[in-house]
């Protein structure tokens, strides 16, 4: 006859000392007290296959605990137990109902850091990272952070990550109900000099496997181990995986299914008690795909004005899957056909002096080792004729030429031929009585005065300028001929040194170059001729004329 199966107390209770023991209670099953039941209990751990055998075997008379050995902290185990009869060996019972039970929680022993702690951008988050127990296990944490100039700053958190406060240096962890003989995880977040930090830092795939190799060369420092940690693109700082090797490791397996195409941060950190000393960051791929766009064109301010600037922006990584090699720049203006020029992969503008005029269009790809990708959004320009002003230039020269030539001409001719002639060239405009001002403004007085009356010369007196005063500004004389009669002969009096001043005929204008009179009919003069006083009477001589 089978016995039923033994029943488990669910409290387990545990040693405070190391190594961990756990003792379970259990009450055999319903049985004839006179007789002896011999039990025996096996346990495994927490999401594993084979169990373990306690090798002794426990009577109900008198009734001893489970007692299970050399069990780790925060860890999850079953347990489970089954009964006979004490003289038969060989008719066991069935197995009892597995009890569950975790051990005492730990401090986390993984500890590490994700973001930029030791970079230079300020205010960027950082996160203390550390790994999970396990499955079967849930704890909380004790997080305690030294500040520079504070004490220590203490916070429950739940597994498995914390920010970091700014300005932090020291960091500690914990798990809440630990053990007594547990210690803290502590990790010194110095940054420490980066010259004694792992330089060389190379990447490379692995042949027929999806597992990336890392190798370094150590710096000057002496660290007690190396930590190498690795992100995709784009994902959070919680997703992060890393590796712990001894210091006299410089390279290391990484394991997981790596993507090809995919951008890989990948750093590597020398860790020592005093502090911290990462190289820098390398991007790398296990496999380089072709780019999936190309980069996006904008126009900069000319650079000289008419000579076009171009810069663009970088390809995302994730969609360049490769280390760039180069940008490729295109150029098509109207039916011409298309120019390509590679631009370095560093280089984000270029000054396009050689374009032609008129409409153009520009569109660029980025390339990899795998090759070009396609191009991105085109940018159109219209460029102006930068020759334009070339071609004017010799056509208001030729004007100007033509212009001086016709004043020279009139300025050499004098009377009406002259005017004549730059009416005729230039008609309705006011270059004629402009030219005519000039001969009076550019020419000595013996070039463009006719000969005068010797009864009328004052070629013999000395010359003496008056300055008219100002006249107030009026309207235009309005001319009216009437007739005259004759006038008996008359002494004409010597002209007044005024009216004989040259400074009104050299710098007064005619009322020809006024404009108010057209060409004069035959008829009396009403205006002197060149070389005549203004101002004299009009005698019969001149009206009979």
């Given at each position: 006859m089978k016995p039923e199966a033994p029943q488990l107390d669910p409290d387990v209770d545990f040693s405070e000392d190391d190594p961990l023991e756990a003792t379970v209670q259990w009450s055999p099953p319903s049985w004839p007290p006179h007789k002896v039941l011999v039990c025996q209990f096996h346990?495994?751990?927490?999401?594993?296959?084979?169990?373990?055998?306690?090798?002794?075997?426990?009577?109900?008379?008198?009734?001893?605990?489970?007692?299970?050995?050399?069990?780790e902290l925060a860890t999850g185990y079953e347990?489970?137990?089954r009964c006979r009869m004490e003289k038969e060996e060989d008719l066991w019972g069935e197995w009892s109902p597995v009890l569950s039970f975790q051990t005492l929680p730990s401090a986390p022993k993984d500890v590490w850091i994700s973001g930029n702690l030791c970079g230079t951008q300020g205010g960027q988050k950082s996160l203390l990272l550390w790994k999970a127990p396990g499955h079967c296990v849930q704890a909380s944490y004790r997080v305690w952070f030294q500040v520079k100039g504070q004490e220590l700053i203490p916070r429950e958190t739940p597994c498995c990550s914390s920010s970091?406060?700014?300005?932090?240096?020291?960091?500690?962890?914990?798990?809440?109900?630990?053990?007594?003989?547990?210690?803290?995880?502590?990790?010194?977040?110095?940054?420490?000099?980066?010259?004694?930090?792992?330089?060389?830092?190379?990447?490379?795939?692995?042949?027929?496997?999806?597992?990336?190799?890392?190798?370094?060369?150590?710096?000057?420092?002496?660290?007690?181990?190396?930590?190498?940690?690795?992100?995709?693109?784009?994902?959070?700082?919680?997703?992060?995986?890393?590796?712990?090797?001894?210091?006299?490791n410089l390279s290391a397996v990484l394991q997981g299914h790596f993507e090809g195409g995919v951008p890989y941060r990948i750093t590597v950190?020398?860790?020592?008690?005093?502090?911290?000393?990462?190289?820098?960051?390398?991007?790398?791929?296990?496999?380089?795909?072709?780019?999936?766009?190309?980069?996006?064109?904008?126009?900069?301010?000319?650079?000289?004005?008419?000579?076009?600037?171009?810069?663009?922006?970088?390809?995302?990584?994730?969609?360049?899957?490769?280390?760039?090699?180069?940008?490729?720049?295109?150029?098509?203006?109207?039916?011409?056909?298309?120019?390509?020029?590679?631009?370095?992969?560093?280089?984000?503008?270029?000054?396009?002096?050689?374009?032609?005029?008129?409409?153009?269009?520009?569109?660029?790809?980025?390339?990899?080792?795998?090759g070009q990708g396609p191009?991105?959004?085109?940018?159109?320009?219209?460029?102006?004729?930068?020759?334009?002003?070339?071609?004017?230039?010799?056509?208001?020269?030729?004007?100007?030429?033509?212009?001086?030539?016709?004043?020279?001409?009139?300025?050499?001719?004098?009377?009406?031929?002259?005017?004549?002639?730059?009416?005729?060239?230039?008609p309705e405009s006011y270059l004629p009585s402009r030219?005519?001002?000039l001969r009076h403004k550019v020419l000595p007085r013996w070039v463009w005065e006719k000969v005068p009356d010797p009864a009328n010369s004052n070629s013999s007196k000395p010359h003496v300028e008056e300055i008219p005063q100002a006249q107030p500004p009026r309207d235009s004389p309005t001319l009216e001929v009437?007739?005259?009669?004759?006038?008996?002969?008359?002494?004409?009096?010597?002209?007044?040194s005024r009216l004989d001043s040259g400074y009104e005929k050299h710098f007064l204008p005619t009322p020809e170059e006024l404009g108010l009179l057209g060409p004069l009919p035959p008829g009396p003069n009403i205006w002197p001729e060149p070389g005549h006083e203004r101002g004299t009477h009009l005698t019969t001589e001149d009206t009979e004329a």
């Open positions: 346990y495994r751990r927490c999401q594993q296959m084979a169990w373990i055998l306690l090798e002794r075997e426990l009577k109900s008379i008198p009734l001893t605990p489970v007692e299970i050995q050399d069990l347990v489970s137990g970091i406060p700014t300005q932090a240096e020291w960091v500690a962890v914990s798990a809440i109900n630990a053990t007594s003989w547990e210690p803290l995880t502590n990790l010194s977040l110095v940054c420490l000099d980066s010259g004694s930090a792992p330089h060389g830092v190379v990447v490379s795939s692995i042949a027929g496997s999806t597992e990336l190799l890392v190798t370094w060369q150590q710096g000057s420092g002496e660290p007690k181990e190396h930590v190498v940690d690795w992100a995709q693109d784009g994902e959070p700082l919680e997703n992060l995986s890393w590796v712990r090797l001894p210091p006299g950190t020398a860790v020592s008690p005093g502090g911290l000393y990462p190289a820098p960051s390398v991007w790398s791929f296990r496999e380089e795909l072709a780019p999936l766009v190309g980069p996006v064109l904008w126009r900069l301010q000319d650079a000289p004005p008419g000579t076009p600037t171009i810069a663009w922006g970088e390809v995302p990584r994730h969609q360049l899957r490769g280390l760039l090699t180069h940008y490729t720049l295109c150029a098509q203006s109207g039916t011409r056909p298309s120019v390509c020029m590679n631009v370095s992969g560093s280089a984000q503008k270029i000054t396009l002096p050689n374009l032609p005029w008129g409409p153009c269009e520009l569109w660029m790809t980025a390339s990899t080792i795998a191009p991105g959004p085109s940018l159109r320009l219209h460029l102006p004729d930068n020759t334009l002003k070339l071609k004017i230039l010799p056509v208001v020269v030729l004007l100007w030429g033509l212009f001086l030539t016709c004043c020279g001409i009139s300025l050499a001719t004098s009377g009406r031929h002259g005017y004549l002639a730059i009416w005729i060239l230039f030219c005519l001002h009437e007739e005259i009669e004759p006038l008996p002969v008359v002494e004409h009096p010597q002209a007044s």
